[in-house]
């Protein structure tokens, strides 16, 4: 019986094999009415539930999208439901910052001799459904009109590495080289303006290195491809957040690594410096101090307050000695950390769902599927294998839509989950400048909130939030629906 005659929505329900699909069976034999908007897919185990699913569904036309497997404890493959009960209520949390009302999405545990159980499930969640009516579709909403800016609230100064510091930082990599196959730095890019990594291989290679506020670039991201070699790398506090997950995840080897550590004050926001610099044609000088940035730009000098033009997400940095450093170089005594939110996302946090579904709508229409943001992250380690390409299973359409393009941004927000150490490369590299990294730090502070404030890339020991699980959640609350 649907919830409304002749008014049916489209849910989707993905049901654990043992359980909750033996309960719908369950409560067919009996023959419970129940609604007949839901379309089932029977799955192994709720373990097997990629959040992408879910989200796969409700962007391509479902209403509403039920995960259902055993109850905790009584998984048929041990702990796969553990793990699923981390994995859905990160993704119940993360729906709001699409834009996607979270009571379109539930999950919940049902045993195969729980038929009763799994009609009042099945009628509540259709009712629920039915109430909120079909979901709006991506690719039909407006976009969203109004001013999408805000404002950079940068107030401390930028990095600035002393000439001593950098010549015991050259020197301290001359005299580890000989054991090294190569050490990642930065050098003069484009202009001075702009910095490329650096492979120093040589001593007549350290003349090109630089490490001041214009070196942007997470040399960490090259790391994996390196492993099997012995390799050193300069970091600072953010890339050295990206090492340590790297090596939570076992993905590289501590003992072919050595780390060169340097303190940093803060970044500098390049695409919001270029678009205050406006187009020039040749960039003649450049004298950075911490607090003024000084250029001579076809002949003419300009003058800016560095503090203008500070990056927002070195505002939530610490800046403390990494703890992984090998060798550490000047000043670590770090900076008071501020909890305010990355700009980004205090400016969607003010918006309503609809208005964050226009929002991103009209940043898709933007994104050129680059695929520069998974390029230049240093937590995207699938390369060749990244499922946006994959033809075997299909996850994306070549189609460039709106949705499609959506979709991706989705699939590498979710896969950082519980990763991304918030270095901000993906919104750096944004050629057209989409403000990205908002869905990364709003996963982030899903995870803080779940899991007693972990951070990634904080504790070589820690174990990921979502690789590991726990039999009772302290802040998950399974939700009742007696
Ligand atoms: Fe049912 Fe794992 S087998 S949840």
Redesign the pocket.
């Known amino acids: 019986m649907p919830a409304l005659a002749n008014n049916e929505l489209r849910i989707v329900g993905f049901l654990?094999?043992?359980?909750?699909y033996g309960g719908a069976d369950t409560a067919g034999v009996a023959r419970a009415s129940q609604p007949t908007d839901l379309r089932i897919i029977r799955v192994?185990?709720?373990?097997r539930v990629d959040p992408l699913f879910v989200l796969k569904a409700l962007l391509n036309g479902a209403d509403g999208v039920l995960v259902s497997?055993?109850h905790p404890r009584?998984?048929?493959?041990g702990t796969?439901?553990f793990y699923?009960r981390r994995r859905l209520e990160v993704l119940k949390r993360f729906l709001p910052i699409l834009g996607i009302d979270p009571a379109r999405f539930s999950y919940t545990?049902v045993s195969a001799s729980e038929g009763q159980r799994w009609q009042k499930v099945v009628s509540r969640f259709t009712e629920e459904i039915h109430a909120l009516g079909p979901a709006p579709r991506f690719e039909a909403v407006e976009p969203l009109a109004k001013a999408c800016s805000w404002t950079q609230e940068s107030k401390g100064p930028v990095s600035v590495i002393s000439p001593e510091l950098l010549e015991q930082l050259k020197k301290a990599i001359a005299d580890k080289l000989p054991e090294l196959d190569c050490v990642l730095g930065w050098q003069e890019g484009r202009d001075l303006l702009h910095s490329v990594p650096l492979f120093i291989r040589s001593e007549d290679d350290l003349t090109k290195l630089r490490c001041d506020a214009t070196c942007h670039n997470n040399l960490v991201r090259y790391l994996p491809d390196l492993k099997g070699q012995k390799v050193g790398i300069i970091v600072r506090s953010c890339e050295a957040r990206s090492v340590v997950q790297l090596l939570q995840e076992g993905l590289i080897s501590r003992e072919e690594l050595v780390v060169f550590a340097l303190p940093c004050q803060g970044l500098l926001d390049l695409p919001r410096l270029e678009e205050a610099l406006g187009r020039y044609q040749r960039l003649e000088d450049l004298t950075l101090t911490e607090t003024t940035l000084r250029l001579r730009v076809d002949g003419q000098e300009r003058v800016f307050q560095t503090a203008d033009f500070r990056q927002s997400r070195c505002e939530q940095c610490p800046g403390e000695l990494p703890a992984i450093a090998d060798q550490s170089f000047g000043d670590f005594s770090g900076q008071t950390a501020s909890q305010t939110l990355p700009p980004e996302l205090a400016f969607l946090d003010s918006l309503n769902l609809q208005e964050r579904m226009g929002f991103w709508r009209a940043c898709m229409e933007r994104c050129i599927l680059c695929h520069a943001c998974r390029n230049s992250c240093p937590m995207c380690v699938c390369r060749d294998q990244c499922i946006a390409e994959s033809r075997e299973p299909h996850w994306q359409s070549a189609e460039a839509s709106v949705k499609e393009k959506f979709f991706f941004q989705i699939i590498h927000a979710l896969h950082l989950a519980g990763r991304c150490t918030g270095c901000g490369e993906c919104q750096a590299n944004c050629p057209v400048g989409l403000p990205i990294f908002a869905l990364r730090a709003h996963l982030n502070r899903i995870v803080s909130e779940l899991f007693d404030g972990y951070q990634a890339g904080c504790d070589p020991k820690a174990v990921p939030p979502l690789l590991t699980y726990s039999q009772e959640e302290a802040h998950i609350h399974e939700r009742s629906w007696e």
């Open positions: 654990c094999n043992w359980c909750s192994p185990c709720s373990g497997g055993c009584d998984c048929h493959y796969g439901n699923a545990w």
